[in-house]
């Protein structure tokens, strides 16, 4: 079973980007439960909230970067 995720980088001035889209497997979806932290593109990131968007069926994560 796969999720579509998207994850959205928060700016420091509070605009809205996303950084990434993909399917994940159902492994990766649960370590989300054990991770403060995920890597794109060899970029840090801290996550800072999650949605179920279910009007387009995506997990949404809002991420900000680690400077």
Same mark, same amino acid.
């Given at each position: 079973? &796969?999720?579509?995720? $998207?994850?959205?980088?928060?700016?420091? !001035?509070?605009? *809205? +980007?996303?950084?990434? %889209?993909?399917?994940? &497997?159902?492994?990766? $979806?649960?370590?989300?439960?054990?991770? !403060?932290?995920? *890597? +794109?593109?060899?970029? %840090?990131?801290?996550?800072?909230?999650?949605?179920?968007?279910?009007?387009?069926?995506?997990?949404?994560?809002? +991420?900000?970067?680690?400077?």
């Amino acid at each position: 079973m &796969n999720g579509n995720v $998207i994850i959205i980088e928060k700016m420091e !001035n509070g605009d *809205l +980007v996303q950084i990434d %889209e993909r399917d994940w &497997n159902t492994w990766m $979806i649960a370590m989300l439960e054990h991770s !403060n932290y995920l *890597l +794109v593109a060899d970029k %840090e990131y801290e996550m800072v909230e999650g949605r179920l968007n279910v009007s387009t069926g995506k997990m949404e994560i809002m +991420v900000t970067s680690i400077q």
